[in-house]
């Protein structure tokens, strides 16, 4: 199988589940919860994930499925999509731009392309492993910031109340360390961020497979680390994304406040 065909195909599943959520939201958005009562999931979210399911297995119909709204689908041809209808799905339900599709492909276990739609701005980030990563097909790269004083920095916050008590007491300290904090509700596009030079930085705890696999292959295409603590790699721990200007003084600026704890 090439590269290029499982990319020909995400691109055309993220656009057109990005065309489905933009034009097919409804007036009144129905939901439910999940893991808390503000962990919500939409009926557009269940929409998207089956337009995708059904484009992608349509096409080939071996491969697996891990997808954020309907669990784990076998295959035997090696190949695995890793899907988030909707990253950002709290933007969505109050009629906010910050959420984006995310479309992976994993060959063997190892992501080598991630596609991130972000409808409301008409943007297409695409990363593909060994190649380079582009958005709306002009190539994109990580700024060179130095200073993490001068620093712009994206992070995201968990759903359970526990879990919000540890990130806030990261946040305390690292917001006097930066230029400014941003929580702009989509992991996948603060990754992005990072990718397109638009961010210095990205640290999350608590990013599911969905939330990371194709937005993480398109910032480290860009030229950004993606790492978690003391070189343990990105994962639902921790992530940490910078480019490699500023991604230590990033790292050892966190690791004290164990953000991958809690
Ligand atoms: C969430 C968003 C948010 C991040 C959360 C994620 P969802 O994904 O990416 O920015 O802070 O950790 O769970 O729930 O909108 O798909």
Redesign the pocket.
Known sequence: MKLADLRELAEAGARSAGELLLGGRPETLTFET?TTPT??VTEM?KAAERLLVEHLLGARPDDAVLA?EGGATQGTSGVRWVL?P???????LYGLP??AVCVAAEVDGVVEVGVVAHPAMDELYVGVRGEGAWCNGVPIAVGEPTELAQALIG?????AVDRRTTQVAVLTSMLPQVRDIR????????LCAVAAGRLDGYY?R???P??LAAAGLIAQEAGAVVAGLHGAPAGEDLVIAAPPTIFEALHDALAPLKPNEG
């Open positions: 999940k962990d919500v979210d954020e988030d909707i990253d950002g799905t709290v933007n969505y910050g959420w992070t995201g916050f968990g759903y929580r702009m509700g989509s992991a996948a596009l603060d999350e608590g990013l599911q969905w939330d």
